[in-house]
């Protein structure tokens, strides 16, 4: 079973930037697809960006071109650095890992990233 652990959430103003990071235990890793998952409160789960075991990244059209997903797999880490955050961004994020299958495997208990002035 993979256990998935986000951290790096909190408040931002308007125009800033988080990093948030994902820690899995597996060791299988590298043959994962990792995604970055958000819920606003009363809104549904909505896809954020998620990478493929190979490198390939996909993104929301709400946050391409400010978003970046990034894995390193020697430590089992998945990224998803945010820039120019704005209000509509905010939401508890949760990270995700699909086998090779589309299976999902596990879902992180979430970070809460909250943009405001």
């Known amino acids: 079973q993979v256990q998935l652990v986000e951290s790096g959430g909190g408040l931002v103003q308007p125009g800033g930037s988080l990093r948030l990071s994902c820690a899995a235990s597996?060791?299988?890793?590298?043959?994962?697809?990792m995604g970055w998952y958000r819920q606003a409160p009363g809104k549904e789960r909505e896809l954020v960006a998620t990478?493929?075991?190979?490198?390939?990244?996909h993104y929301s059209d709400s946050v391409k071109g400010r978003f970046t997903v990034s894995r390193d797999n020697s430590r089992n880490m998945v990224y998803l650095q945010m820039n120019n955050l704005q209000p509509e961004d905010t939401a508890a994020y949760y990270c995700?890992?699909?086998?090779?299958?589309?299976?999902?495997?596990?879902w992180g208990q979430g970070t809460q990233v909250t943009v405001s002035a």
């Open positions: 597996t060791n299988r890793f590298i043959l994962y697809t």
């Open positions: 995700n890992a699909r086998s090779p299958y589309g299976e999902t495997l596990s």
């Open positions: 990478i493929a075991a190979g490198g390939p990244r």
